[in-house]
């Protein structure tokens, strides 16, 4: 995916805030958006998802991305991820309407566009991959939610881990490592048993899964600045393969990470029950 979210005139206010260095997330509460009247719905291809999609645009009608002032994405987490990729910097109303609804409000028809209007407005800055794989050729993504470098064969994955260009683990022995964001952090990366991230804390989780040798290793939190860097050793024998929110890559040779500030996706959420408040009631659950 390439930054073409920053390239359009008319978009550039809600993506790129004029050289202030914005941090991983910001809050906006409500009024971000008088009563939008120009919705476009979308929706993933599940059962459930098509039957809301249909509802809605019989009630509320349907607008083109083009004319649109907000987009109401039907499904889960995974639909919501594949909607803010597409870069449109429009900002994206989720409901659930698939299986995870982390990044989703509650399923509703009515009063949608005083919901949109009232809604708290999440920024997040995705991550930037750079994997070279075996034939040569640089791959690029970006990730919303975590870059991970898994194991693609039976072997343990053999990683050097580096920080802005320091060497900080000569070798991991391990079935992967993921590097994630705040929003990401409750996903895979809790998963495998790494720290949720605070929203508006400038760090990443960098977390080890499986971790073989050194065996006590508990993972790293690095500041948001970081430039992380994974070199695989004995690539021939130890096959690795890295994922950017599920568009993967392999066998890789190295994968270079870092925080994409130039891009925002916006994500909006009924009040009281945003990023910040689910991150951590999930502490608690």
Known sequence: MTIRAIAAHQQVNA??????????????KGNWLNRPNKI????????????????????????TMAEAEVIV???????????????????????????VGFLMNEYSPDDLPERLANAEEALTHPLAM????????IHKALAINEVSLLRAGPQAAKLQISVNGRVRMEELICDGAILSTPAGSTAYNYSAHGPILPIGTDVLALTGIASFRPRRWRGAILPASARVRFDILEPEKRSVMADADSRSVQPVRWVEVVLERRVAHRILFD?????????MSEQFA
Not at 88 to 94: D, E, F, R
Not at 130 to 136: I, Y
């Open 15 to 28: 993506l790129v805030f004029f050289g202030v260095d914005c941090s991983i997330f910001g809050q906006r």
């Open 40 to 63: 476009h719905f979308a929706a993933a291809t599940g059962e459930i998802a098509q039957e809301a999609l249909s509802a809605l645009i019989a009630r509320y009608g349907q607008t």
């Open 73 to 99: 994405a039907l499904g889960g987490d995974g639909f919501m991820l594949q909607t803010l990729h597409e870069g449109t910097a429009l900002p994206v109303y989720g409901m659930n309407r698939g299986t």
């Open 130 to 137: 750079t994997a070279q794989t075996a034939d040569g050729k």
């Open 271 to 279: 009040p009281g029950h945003g990023l910040e408040e689910r991150l």
